[in-house]
């Protein structure tokens, strides 16, 4: 089952990067697959309201169904995660070392099989808590965007976005926070659903109290590895400044409900691209790979899929920028200093 999740995420992962790269290659027989994905993740101010295929739209403000989803699910999966990294961390030290000394004492085993099962158990528990390590991440990130999008944005009520771009956004967040703990996910599910029918089967009295001790609950984060912690410093640096960019979008208009116009957005990164926002939220999923340890696959193509969707639209966003001000500085790039 475990596998089952990783190979339906990564080929959901690709099936959303493929044709983003393709329309990326300059090609005339690509134009109308370009304007398809156009018109599906236009949004806002890209947001082609003169096309056929641009029927099907709901308001831009919807954007805040994603992060109240995001929030619940993400939070399962983080509590959920935690409980079972803090049941597993101490029965298998407990379990190991009863059976290491017991195998010893017997004879029953060689010494280097007793190395190996307690190397796998350690690093089976390592990557749990490491699972739990991104899981908090990535609930830091949704809780931020779900009250920036209710008290920090102002929609305007014109902004529209395609259903199909309200579509991705709930797989993106279905998504995202499942790759973070893909490789767990499944012992999870099963412990969750064990603890529910005993729950069902026992009744609340019988079930043995819950003893919360904060501190067996963080010492394990606080023993994980230097990538964590390098990836934890520049996610956090990715969310200051997007938590700054949209601070300043969200101040563009004076009159706010009333106001549909769209102004320059000057101050922190705007000063060197068009989307600084993107930008910030590319940092932030590039913190997530070095704190995944860089070698999950699953992490890397929702990183892939990040990058690919946000380079795409922060284009369309420049070019729409240029088109509409005469006087837009021209040391702006779309989204990368002194790249693109
Ligand atoms: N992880 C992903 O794949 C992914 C995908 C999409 C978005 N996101 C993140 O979600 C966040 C929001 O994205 P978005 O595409 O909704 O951003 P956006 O189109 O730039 O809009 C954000 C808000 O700012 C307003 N705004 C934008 N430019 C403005 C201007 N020049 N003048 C006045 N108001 C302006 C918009 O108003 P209107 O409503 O009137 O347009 C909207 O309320 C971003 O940080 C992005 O990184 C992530």
């Given amino acids: 089952m475990e596998l089952e999740i990783e190979r339906l995420l990564r080929m959901a992962w690709l099936a959303w990067i493929l044709p983003i ?36 739209t709901v308001p831009q403000k919807f954007f805040s169904h994603f992060y109240v989803f995001a929030v619940i699910w993400t939070s399962f999966l983080l509590l959920a995660t935690w409980e ?20 010893y004492l017997t004879g029953g085993s060689h010494i280097f099989s007793i190395y190996k099962t307690q190397s796998t158990s350690l690093e089976h528990n390592y990557r749990i808590w490491r699972s739990v390590f991104l899981l908090i991440l990535m609930e830091f990130q949704v809780l931020r965007r779900l009250y920036e999008s209710l008290y920090v944005f102002n929609y305007s009520s014109t902004a529209q976005m395609h259903i199909c771009g309200y579509l ?8 995202a926070p499942l ?31 819950v003893e919360f001790q904060w501190l ?13 912690w390098i990836g934890a410093v520049i996610f956090f640096c990715g969310w200051l400044h997007q938590c700054r960019c949209h601070a300043i979008l969200g101040n563009l208009r004076e009159v706010k409900e009333q106001d549909n116009d769209y102004r320059i957005p000057h101050g922190d990164w705007f000063e060197v691209a068009s989307s600084p926002h993107y930008l910030a939220e590319i940092v932030m999923y590039a913190g997530l790979v070095v704190a995944s340890g860089g070698l999950d696959l699953t992490v890397w193509l929702m990183f892939a899929f ?30 990368i200093p002194f790249l693109y």
């Fill in 21 to 56: 790269l393709i329309v990326s290659f300059p090609s005339s027989h690509l134009n109308s697959l370009h304007h398809i994905l156009l018109v599906c993740a236009g949004r806002g101010k890209i947001c082609n309201s003169s096309s056929r295929l641009n029927k099907l």
């Fill in 84 to 103: 079972y990294a803090h049941k597993i961390g101490s029965l298998v030290s407990e379990a190991t070392s009863h059976s290491t000394v017991a195998s």
């Fill in 168 to 175: 991705t956004g709930f797989f993106f967040y279905t998504a």
């Fill in 179 to 209: 790759s973070l703990c893909c490789n767990c996910a499944p012992e999870v599910f099963t412990f969750v659903a064990n603890r529910v029918a005993e729950f069902i089967v026992k009744g609340k009295e019988h079930m043995p109290p």
């Fill in 216 to 228: 067996e609950f963080l010492s394990p984060l606080l023993k994980l590895g230097w990538f964590q």
């Fill in 306 to 335: 990040v990058m690919a969707n946000l380079v795409f639209a922060a284009a369309e966003t420049h070019r729409w920028y240029k088109r509409k001000f005469d006087n837009y500085p021209s040391n702006r790039y779309a989204i």
